[in-house]
Structure formats: structure tokens, C-alpha cells
């Protein structure tokens, strides 16, 4: 790949940058920009799901079947039934988002019809309060009693062996770690896709921090319209629906607590969502929930398949990693299985799709996610005893190596021989430098330098351009974009190494040491990782925030002292990239990411209770007693990547 985007100095560059600025200007906040298309021949999508690849078997299906809870909650599922004499295993699908759509569209799975057809009983369930299911909905709070009662119901329906696999995406991929955590006996394995590990940190919150441009659009326009129409409100469910089409009006409103779309003075709306919002921290209301503290409780082999710029990639690899040190069983521990592809929530990267970022559609066919013929060989190994190496008895991480577009292969998290190196922010601490330009450097300050500073102002937040929210490039701060117009901010700083000497891979975690002071008694600072081409084009790798107020833990927030330097540890979201030679890396710091982000307000006060806002001079240290740093995973050259998916080892 000659460059990262279309370069500092090209038109095209032009274009997606004035895009960004009128976004801005106009107050669009809540979409990601667009990028010009003029440079590519149009596409037309192909048909989805595939007609192809069909099993043997006969199917019928039978429509809203019953199952009751332990508490006497009566849910609905489709139930597709394979013609055969044999005895056959379930796949369960458990879903808040309608169990006729069974997450089929945009281009993720084929139809539960194309499943059962290689002779599996197809459970697809609509979960409480959802759809044609009985019971009040409430976000997390069910799923693990419901679906331990599911699988156990769905394991004693007639004709199958006792064997229940789990799959879906995103929340479906909650309902079935949430099952998972509860231990249903019959449960065999699970195949997760695009989910976390905690509902608190890297779902709702991240660094402390409100992830605002998925959470609000998401409670609005999915759960709680659809909540409103299973209980009958229309009215609450259209308006929900009318908001929700002016989401960046919306995503200005403050204070949370008080919003409007969400009737916070109806409790039988959304008394969930408000819940979020008094819950700040990662208090008991969330740990009640959490994956990542119940492993131990999961005793199941797991299929967990992630994108780099996901809304839950990092989740996701703790799921995996957690699991390989912590789940229930040896074979629990032995049997995980974690794919990352070049994808973001929705459509797994299918480049004809038009559904992704232009820069992360460009891996082509390579990038399309494999996830239908992998889970079925992975439940074809674990429900029905085929020996076909989806798995060999150890853990498997199938990685896709941007930048070299090639898929890879290794047996742990983060990458065997993995060298973590150290890259220190230098700098003149001029304010006359266009982006406060600084340097990234492997040698540790020695002597004085002067620090950097900027001023943050709430009220004129730094645009997000892509990142790993939530739920679509066209409508959410999601994949790599050009950077040229954000890094043009005062209020932005730019740290970037000298050019690559060699073909150099980025892959695994990422963090930033980072030295601060604030004028504030609780702020933002946020983290970016960019790659920057020979030309000037940059391409966001991906990115990390943290509320200060969040030092020392996400549990008890406490203010800090105004000017006083602190030591902050910023996570940069993991990421794989190929920086070629020639190339180099560079760390934006800010103080603001908007609207992936809400705006930290700068004054202490309770989150999402108030709309007061100030301004705050944020100083940025990189000296002999202050060395701030960006810690990079560089993977030793090794074997070079495969074209195409491995789908098996």
C-alpha cells in the first residue's frame, strides 16, 4: 500500500477534511464524516445470506413455542427442526432484537434455516420483554437465570442429544456469556461474537468515561422502542424511533439524567438507562453482571470472534485471555478460540457492502468474515464429535494483520515474543508549531524540556473521527479515517517517531504513561495511536480515554489537585498493523473525543447530573522526572500471513 489515505496534499484529503469541519460546524457531531467515494467504482452488494452450502437435511419450523421460567415468565422461539431419525444437537439464539431477524442482516449470519439444514434443531428466542416473549425488559438483569432455563428447556426438547451451542453477536453475544456464568448443565459451547467482558467498562463506560455516541442512540432506537412495542406503548415506541432518526441533536443534550427522549419521569420507560447514569462507577450494580470476575463459573469451550475497531474488541480479548487462565475446566482453559478480523460492529468488513469505512473495506475479500463455515465446523467438532482440527486442545488466536492484508496465527494473548518498547514524548512546548508538534523517541528524557499545553473547553469538544464506537461507520465515530483536520486543533498534540527503517508489525495492547496537570478537579485525557504515510495521510489505529477522577480505579472516583502533576495510565484499545518501512507512528493527546465520548464537564460534580461547564488548561509533561511514554507491542518478523482465513489448525 503506497499510502494512508489519499495524502496531506491531495484533493481528496481536502474534501474529507471540509467534511469533518462542516460535520462540526453544523453541530452533526453524531455522525462519522463521510469520506469522498469519487475514487471508486460503485459497487452493488452481493445477496445475503448466500443461497449455498446448505446441509442434507429437511427443514420445518415452528413459530413463538413456549418456554416458561423459573418464575413462571413465559418466553417465545422459532424453532427450526431438521427431517431426520436422528437425535441432533441444538444451536440457541437468544435475542433482544427480534427473533425473526436472527441477526441475519446487514451480512453477518446465514438464516437458522441454512443451520438446521446440516442437522441442527435451531432455537432462536426472543428474551423477556422483547418481541413476542412475556416479562418486563430489563438490560443484563435476566439473561442469566433465563438463559440457563432456556438451555435446559431447549436440551430436553424432543429429538435432540442433550448437547446446546449458543451464538449471536453483539448483546447476543451477553446473552450467552451471561448464560455461560450460570452454568446450565446441557450447555456445550458458545460462539460470541462482538461482545465484553463487563457491562460497566468497555460497554457502557470506558476509562470512566461515557461512551455516549453508542449508548444513547442504542437505548433510544433499539432496546427501548422495542421494549415500548412489546408492551404495547406505540406512541412511546414511534417518538423513541422519531429521536432516534435526530440522534446528533440529541447527543447535545445535557444533563443525561434529565433526557428527554427517555421520559425520566415514567418509570416504565427506560428505568434502566437512568440506572447507567447514577451508576457512574464500577459500583455492585454492575459487578452483579460482570464476565470478566465469573470465569471460573464458565466450564465450556469458546469461539470468540472480534473486529480491531469493534465497540468491544478489548472485552472481547480479556474473554479469551480470561477464560485461558481462569475458566471452569481444563478443557474450558484448553478449548478457546479468538478471531480478530478487519472489521468493525456490523457487517464483518464485506467490501461490496458499503457498510464499512473505505479504509477498512479496502482489505477485500481477504477481510470477509468467516464466521458462518467456522462455527458451523466448530459445533460440528463440539456437539457432534467430528474430527475436523477446529480445535487442537490449546488456544488459538486467528489475528488479521492490517496493512499486510494477510491473516496469522498463535497460541497466546498478547503474541508470544512480543517486545514491549517504550517511545518517549519530546518536545519544544512552542505554541507556535501547527498541532503543537512533538516527537516520539526510544530515549528516555535526560534533561529539562518545557511542557506542553492546551486548553480545553467542554463547550467545543474534538470531533471524533472514527474510533470503536458503536454501531455503524455511517451513523457512529467507528474505523480508521483520515486524522488531518482534528490534528490541525490547538487543542490537540501530535508526538510522532522518525520513519520506520523496516517493515515493522504493531499488534497487541497498548498503553500511554502519561504525566499531567489540570487546572480541574476532574478531567479527560485521551489517547490516539495514528499511522502515518510517507505523503502526510494519517489513519487512525486505534484509540483510549481516561476521567481522571479514575487514577487509581474505576470503583471510587475522587478529585485531583488543581496543577498538580499526576501519573495517569491511559488504554489505547489493541490494534495490528503492518507499519511499513517509511511510515511512522504518532500519538494525539487531547482532552476530548466527541460524541464517542461525552465531554467531561471539568467540575466535579456527580456524572449526568448537571449542565455546568468550565474550561481547563491541561499541561502535558515529558522530562527527566516526568518521562510520559507510549508502550508499543512490536511482534519480531516472523513467517509472513496467509490470504485467506485458516479455518482450521
Known sequence: MARIGMGRSGVGRMVAGLAVLASVLSGCAGSTPPVPQGSQAPVTPAAWPPAGGRGPCAVSKQENVPAAMRDGVVLKADVYRPQTGDKVPVILMRTQYGKAAAQIQPYRYQSPDWFASHCYLVVVQDIRGQGASGGTFAEFANDGADGYDTVEWAAALPGTNGKVGMYGSSYVGATQWLAATATPPHLTTIVPANTSSDYYDGWTYDGGEFRLAFVEPWAMGTIGASAATNRGDTATAKQLEADTAQATRWLNYRPYQQFPPMHPGDPAVAPWYFDWIRHSARDDYWKQWSIRDR??????PVLDIEGWYDAFLAGGIEN???MVQHGGTPEARADQRLVIGPWDHIGWGRADTGLSTPLLASAGAAGDSPVNDLMLK???????????????????????????????TADAWPLPGTRSTSYYLSGSGSPAVMGRAGALTTTAPTAPQPPDTYYYDPQNPVPSAGGHSCCASASGPQGPYDQGVVEQRSDVLTYTTAA???????????????????????????????????DG?????????????????????TPIEPNRPYQYTIRIWP???????????????????????????????????SANVLGATQTILHDADHPSAIVLPIVPAGPGGDDDFPLAH
Open 537 to 557: 495521510g494519517t489513519e487512525n489505529l486505534n484509540n483510549g480515554i481516561l476521567r481522571t477522577a479514575f487514577r487509581d480505579g474505576l470503583e471510587r472516583p
Open 575 to 609: 490494534t495490528s498493523y503492518l507499519v511499513k518501512a517509511g511510515y511512522r507512528l504518532r500519538l494525539e493527546i487531547s482532552s476530548s473525543d466527541f460524541p464517542q465520548y461525552a465531554p467531561n464537564p471539568n467540575t466535579g460534580e456527580p456524572f449526568g447530573q
Open 320 to 322: 479469551f485471555t480470561g
Open 295 to 300: 470465569y471460573a463459573n464458565v466450564h465450556v
Open 500 to 534: 520506520m527503517a523496516a517493515d515493522t508489525e504493531v499488534t497487541g495492547p497498548i498503553s500511554v504513561t502519561l504525566w499531567a496537570a489540570s487546572t480541574a478537579i476532574d478531567t479527560d485525557f485521551t489517547a490516539k495511536l495514528v499511522a502515518v504515510a510517507p
Open 378 to 408: 466448530w459445533f460440528d467438532h463440539f456437539l457432534k464429535g467430528v474430527d475436523n482440527k477446529v480445535a487442537t486442545g490449546k488456544p488459538v488466536v486467528d489475528y488479521f494483520l492490517r496493512g499486510s492484508n494477510t491473516w496469522k
